[in-house]
């Protein structure tokens, strides 16, 4: 499995920025998608956004769609999620990820993505 190190991650207040990056350990196939993930302690981790790593092709969850923009660097073999217009509900910790699924799919998590990345803590104060 592809190895995934996120970044990133911090402490900023209500209305502010972040931008978190994945960076995997080696090329990855036009068939790839890459997507982040977020989880808070005692739930479900839930899905964010993804990006076909070929095409570019971009899928959101609806509450972050307009303040979070998914991208990927192919040649740095990395991926970002710039976060903005953040909210305390943002708080969580956020894992990349990915496999050989459609944006769309990705995001149901079924069959179970294969290659995950440590996390990295996000947190909103108000």
């Given amino acids: ?3 995934l190190v996120e970044s ?50 971009t899928y959101y969850e609806d509450s972050v769609k307009g303040r979070f923009t998914i991208s990927r660097d192919r040649a740095k073999n990395t991926m970002y999620l710039q976060m903005s217009s953040l909210k ?10 990915g496999d050989f699924y459609t944006p769309f ?11 995950w990345g440590q996390g990295t803590q996000v947190t909103v104060s108000s």
């Fill in 8 to 57: 990133g991650g911090g402490l900023v207040q209500a209305g502010g920025s972040l931008r978190l990056s994945c960076a995997a350990s080696e090329g990855l196939s036009s068939s790839y998608t890459m997507a982040w993930f977020r989880q808070a302690p005692g739930k479900e981790r839930e899905f964010v956004a993804s990006i076909n790593w070929n095409i570019g092709d």
């Fill in 1 to 3: 499995q592809v190895q």
């Fill in 88 to 97: 305390p509900g943002d708080t969580d910790v956020y894992y990349c990820a």
């Fill in 105 to 115: 799919g990705i995001a149901t998590m079924t069959p179970p993505v294969g290659s």
